[in-house]
């Protein structure tokens, strides 16, 4: 019996009780150890009934005094109901659709609640967390009490007993893995004392440190593995030769019809010098939406060739691919490389055409989307792989397409950018290039929040009109409704009908993801030329698509969207000189909605609103990273702890540069194994 036997060894636990556990996460003996409450509950003092307020959220200790369960007028609803009384006053708790209440909150049980306060006939908590206190047992009474994740078949009560007995009987085997310097130099505290202070608080202090140490466990441990990870690939693979710039890159750099920022000029260098050396290059790109990273791409491209190898330009839609496609193709064609295109819906003979291309090298460069990894594809000579717009593909599926070549270097590319925690999260362990300037002469975007009523609406059209009168084009986006494309294609199109009534001299068309892809093609090159006024579209356009002479972005139900997307649709705008202008539109919406819009309005900066986004919706929604799993911190928080990663990373850098074998960390190279080993695929490269 261990720290690392199943959670069903543990005493008190069965195996029914170790299905309901695994459900939270905790499968080990350690992981009960760290199995930390979500809240605590003071119940030495507690709210007298007397002293409740609507709006707060209370935590209190009454007597059942009578329970009522009755139906609604609504079919189906049913409420019960307590009576509480604390001896001087009485409440009222009510739960809605609740089964089997009446079974344990019988007249004269105490309970102690936790919930909000609402003023209805009278004060009341409505659904309020609840637990039957046992004044036997000196847990859940009379002192700061744990409250932990809660799942069916786990009573409370249970969860602290068993908690309870796994640190007596095995904190004393839980091994501290940060090197004795680390813990020096910040002075931390111990690790089991720190254990022990989360699940049973001696004071607000205390436990903030205990707090922090954790949480620094856990981020220090995954940044060792990311740069171990990094330190071993490097050493241990070689590509098959380095690619160096020549003539070809000279004459892309002369043709190019702007001048490159220096924040692009950088990258690039960083790239190219990546590329002329022996390690395979692993190279994340974050610009903001419209700073310019195609070029950059375009560029590692050229030299790719130039070097001899074959290149793969990867993105997330087949808009988007063809766009590239397009835009390479007329920058290379002086250049004699040929560039060819690769996507799902393309007609057999061209497929096969391409497909012989790329096995025979004649293909140097091949766009695509993520067809060009499929199983039929063989490249001769493949030397450089770009992902665009990284976050959309998912950690996981980018390491499956890597798995099947042979180390290339490698570029991936964000449109969003990512706030720094999360980057070095994810991708912590690649080197980054930032692109943190706009090409000359970008104006921020005005954003307008406008009530889409009947009269807004005369005035947002003839704004519209406007706009096309003076030569520029007009997106106008629906939004997504419930995830099904079917029903967005719908909207779309009865609003596509609606705007070519109102507005009978512009030209108007309609794009979403479900048209054919000859059909897309048209469109889009329409609306790029110039000859589309305006473009009625889904939400397909949200990532990637250039057209410079479009000045207006109209989005529909903005609310629905979130703050990234928000500011990526907002990116297809304000990309040429003119001045841009994007406007949500709301119908009936919440004050936390507007509050998000205006929030979002306020700044065109992407960093700000990615922070903003992960404040929101979390780490696990933003790159799709939910399955990946690095960041299920037990502790940690990214929106919290920068600073603590930060420290981490430093410390963790040190480390292994140190001691790049962790020869005289032990422990740490144990847990390393234990924990992440799997996810970060550590087995075997040490
Ligand atoms: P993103 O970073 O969002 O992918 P793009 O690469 O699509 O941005 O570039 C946005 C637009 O800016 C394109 O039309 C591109 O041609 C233009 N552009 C890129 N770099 C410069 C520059 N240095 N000067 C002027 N325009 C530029
Ligand atoms: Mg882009």
């Known amino acids: 019996m261990s720290l690392f036997s199943p959670v069903r060894f543990a005493k008190g636990v069965g195996e029914k009780r170790e299905r309901a556990f695994s459900r939270l996460g905790v499968k080990t003996v350690e992981d009960l150890l760290f199995f930390f409450p979500r809240r605590y509950e003071d119940r030495r003092n507690i709210t007298p009934l007397s002293a409740l307020t609507a709006g707060a959220a209370v935590s209190v200790v009454a007597q059942v005094v009578a329970f009522e369960k009755r ?27 609740a089964r089997k209440l009446e079974d344990v909150l019988v007249p004269g049980v105490r309970v102690a609640l936790y919930g909000k306060v609402e003023m209805r006939s ?69 690790l089991r004392e720190s254990v022990m202070e989360l699940h049973r608080p001696q004071g607000r202090e205390s436990w903030l440190r205990a707090r922090n140490r954790l949480a620094f466990d856990e981020l ?33 750099r002369r043709s190019l019809p702007f001048q490159l920022t220096k924040a692009q000029d950088r990258c690039i260098r960083e790239v190219a010098s990546d590329l002329a050396s022996q390690v395979p290059m692993n190279r994340l790109l974050q610009g903001d939406v419209s700073s310019g990273k195609t070029v950059v791409a375009m560029a590692a ?18 808009i988007l691919a063809q766009q590239h496609f397009f835009r390479l193709k007329a920058l290379l064609a002086k250049l004699d490389i040929r560039v060819d295109l690769l996507t799902g819906s393309l007609s057999q003979g061209a497929r096969n055409k391409t497909l012989e291309g790329v096995s025979s090298g004649d293909t140097r460069i091949l766009v695509g989307t993520h067809a060009i ?46 706030p720094r925690t999360l980057t070095l999260s994810i991708y912590g362990d690649l080197d980054v290039s930032l692109l943190d300037e706009l090409p000359a002469g970008r104006k921020p975007v005005k954003t307008h929040r406008l009530d889409f009523s009947p009269s807004q609406q005369t005035r947002l059209l003839n704004f519209v009109r406007d706009t096309a009168r003076q030569g520029h084009q007009i997106y106008w986006v629906c939004p997504i409704i419930e995830e099904s494309d079917k029903l967005d294609v719908t909207a779309a199109y009865s609003r596509f009908q609606n705007l070519r009534q109102e507005l009978p001299g512009l030209k108007i068309a309609l794009l979403h993801g479900q048209l054919p892809a000859d059909e897309k093609e048209s469109v889009m090159e329409a609306f790029a030329s110039g000859e ?14 250039d057209v410079s002479n479009a000045t207006v972005m109209v989005i529909e139900d903005a609310v629905r969207f979130g703050v990234a997307q928000l500011h990526q649709l907002r990116g297809r705008v304000g990309r040429g000189e003119g001045e841009s202008h994007c406007i949500l539109l709301t119908g009936k919406t919440t004050p936390e909605g507007i509050a998000r819009l205006d929030a979002m309005s306020s700044t065109c900066d992407g960093f700000k609103i990615a922070e903003m986004d992960l404040r929101q919706r979390g780490p696990g929604e933003i790159c799709g990273i939910r399955q990946h799993g690095v960041t299920d911190f037990r502790v940690a928080d990214l929106v919290r702890d920068r600073k603590l990663l930060e420290m981490a990373r430093q410390e963790a850098a040190a480390l292994v540069e140190k001691d790049p074998e962790l020869e005289n960390a032990r422990p740490l190279a144990e847990a390393l194994m234990s924990r992440l080993g799997p996810t970060l695929e550590l087995a075997g490269t040490a």
């Open 71 to 97: 139906p609604t007028s609504r079919q189906g609803l049913e409420v019960s109901s307590i009576l509480l009384s604390d001896g001087e006053n009485v409440a009222k708790a009510v739960w809605f659709n």
């Open 122 to 190: 009278g004060l009341q908590l409505t659904n309020p967390e609840f637990e039957v206190l046992d004044e036997s047992d000196p847990e859940s009474v009379g002192r700061i009490v744990s409250i932990y994740p809660a799942t069916a078949g786990l009573s409370p009560k249970w969860v602290r007993r068993v908690v309870s007995s796994a640190l007596e009987l095995y904190l004393s085997e839980v091994e501290d893995f940060v090197p004795a310097e680390i813990r020096e130099k910040y002075n931390f505290s111990a």
């Open 220 to 252: 220090f441990l995954l940044q060792t593995g990311l740069l171990l990870r990094k330190k071993r690939r490097a050493s241990a693979q070689k590509v098959s030769g380095p690619l160096r710039a020549g003539e070809k890159f000279k004459n892309f």
């Open 301 to 318: 491209l050229v030299i790719a060739v130039d070097g001899g190898a074959q290149a793969a330009f990867m993105a997330p839609t087949e």
């Open 373 to 418: 990894f499929g199983p039929k594809v063989s490249f001769k000579e493949l030397g450089l792989v770009i992902v665009d717009e990284q976050h959309r593909f998912g950690v996981l599926q980018k390491n499956a397409l890597l798995a099947k070549t042979r180390s290339p270097h490698v570029l991936v590319m964000t449109a969003t950018p990512i």
């Open 532 to 545: 589309t006024d305006l473009l009625v579209s889904t939400s397909v356009v949200e990532v990637g698509v």
